[in-house]
């Protein structure tokens, strides 16, 4: 299984948050170094439509361990 991370960051160019989800692509064991990239991501206007959009992609891409 791939390790997921869900991300809610602020988005300044439009004023409101950008919800991400991030997988891991590689790690660098030796320096902590861990790549990811972005396989989903939607805009928000506000926080509660962000977290709406956090809930819908967390039951997209995130399964329950």
């Known amino acids: 299984m791939t390790n997921r991370v869900m991300r809610l960051n602020n988005n300044p160019n439009a004023r409101g948050f950008i919800v991400s989800v991030l ?13 990811f990239k972005t ?10 439509a962000a977290d709406r959009k956090y809930d819908e992609l967390r039951a997209t891409y995130i399964t329950n361990r």
């Open 23 to 35: 997988e891991e692509i590689s790690r660098d064991d030796a320096l902590g170094y861990i790549k």
């Open 39 to 48: 396989i989903a991501s939607a805009p928000a206007g506000t926080r509660k």
